[in-house]
């Protein structure tokens, strides 16, 4: 039988941001990527593997990846107990959802996203700093806000649906629909399945093309 190998990366550091969500960095081992691409990737020798995005810079020297555990998930559980020095096996980078080169300084961008939805858009706007965009990040609480301050404060909404407190109070469907968008902006849009479909639906109504949308469905 043919035997698959995979790509060793030694974890660097875990930070955990909420008690559920943390953020693995490893070494880059000189991985190529363009921003908003994935990995796959799992515990050495185990044959478990799960898509993540990457979370880091280009211009860094290590890989980050934003990960949220599962209740009754697997790989997600598997990776909050992992530790620094421990080996993961990464295959990659994978995935289109990336910013044509010939847009970045001509187009205007939205960013949607749901949860660890904003992990791509974490490593895009980290990258590529002077794109015109603003970033829509729907969560339940306010301390779901994964490291808000990375962003620059005028680009970052954060949509809070369970508590007050945040740049506006419901889903990001709800600010979409007060604040409609210009049909020539390029929309990206990443997360949950729903919020994506609903947010295509309003987003249509308001004349933006298909063309100029652009999903990557994580669950
Ligand atoms: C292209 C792509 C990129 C992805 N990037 C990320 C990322 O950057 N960060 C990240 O945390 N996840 C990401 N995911 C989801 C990730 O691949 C796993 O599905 C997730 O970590 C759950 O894996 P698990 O083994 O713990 O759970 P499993 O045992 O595989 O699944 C358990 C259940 O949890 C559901 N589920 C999956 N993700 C979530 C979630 N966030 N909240 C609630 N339920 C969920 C699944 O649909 C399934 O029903 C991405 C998925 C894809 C396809």
Same mark, same amino acid.
């Not at 990659?92 to 660890?116: A, Q, R, V």
């Not at 706007?125 to 620059?152: A, C, M, N, Q």
């Not at 007050?164 to 889903?171: E, K, P, Q, S, V």
């Given at each position: 039988?043919?035997?698959?190998?995979?790509?060793?990366?030694?974890?660097?550091?875990?930070?955990?941001?909420?008690?559920? %969500?943390?953020?693995?960095?490893?070494?880059?081992? !000189?991985?190529?990527?363009?921003?908003? &691409?994935?990995?796959?990737?799992?515990?050495?020798?185990?044959?478990?593997?799960?898509?993540?995005?990457?979370?880091?810079?280009?211009?860094?020297?290590?890989?980050?990846?934003?990960?949220?555990?599962?209740?009754?998930?697997?790989?997600?559980?598997?990776?909050?107990?992992?530790?620094?020095?421990?080996?993961?096996?990464?295959?990659?980078?994978?995935?289109?959802? %990336?910013?044509?080169?010939?847009?970045?300084?001509?187009?205007?961008?939205?960013?949607?996203?749901? +949860?660890?939805?904003?992990?791509?858009?974490?490593?895009?706007? +980290?990258?590529?700093?002077?794109?015109?965009?603003?970033?829509?990040?729907?969560?339940?609480?306010?301390?779901? %806000?994964?490291?808000?301050?990375?962003?620059?404060?005028?680009?970052?909404?954060?949509?809070?649906?369970?508590?007050? !407190?945040?740049?506006?109070? !419901?889903?990001?469907?709800?600010?979409?629909? &007060?604040?409609?968008?210009?049909?020539?902006?390029?929309?990206?849009?990443? !997360?949950?399945?729903?919020?994506?479909?609903?947010?295509?639906?309003?987003?249509?109504? &308001?004349?933006?093309?298909?063309?100029?949308?652009?999903?990557?469905?994580?669950?």
């Amino acid at each position: 039988m043919e035997t698959i190998t995979h790509n060793k990366y030694t974890v660097k550091k875990i930070r955990e941001l909420t008690k559920s %969500t943390y953020v693995v960095r490893m070494e880059r081992n !000189g991985m190529a990527f363009i921003p908003g &691409q994935n990995l796959n990737l799992g515990l050495a020798g185990d044959t478990e593997k799960r898509d993540y995005s990457i979370y880091s810079r280009k211009k860094d020297d290590y890989l980050e990846i934003l990960v949220k555990e599962v209740e009754d998930g697997l790989v997600s559980k598997q990776l909050k107990r992992i530790n620094p020095g421990d080996a993961l096996e990464v295959d990659g980078p994978f995935g289109f959802f %990336t910013l044509k080169e010939e847009h970045l300084y001509s187009k205007k961008f939205l960013f949607i996203s749901s +949860g660890t939805g904003i992990a791509p858009f974490h490593s895009i706007t +980290g990258s590529f700093p002077e794109i015109d965009f603003t970033l829509l990040h729907g969560v339940r609480y306010l301390d779901e %806000t994964y490291e808000k301050h990375d962003y620059p404060d005028d680009r970052y909404i954060s949509c809070i649906s369970q508590e007050a !407190g945040g740049d506006f109070h !419901g889903r990001v469907t709800d600010y979409i629909k &007060q604040h409609p968008v210009d049909k020539d902006t390029l929309c990206y849009l990443c !997360g949950n399945v729903n919020m994506i479909y609903d947010v295509f639906d309003i987003l249509k109504e &308001q004349g933006v093309p298909s063309e100029n949308l652009h999903a990557e469905v994580y669950f």
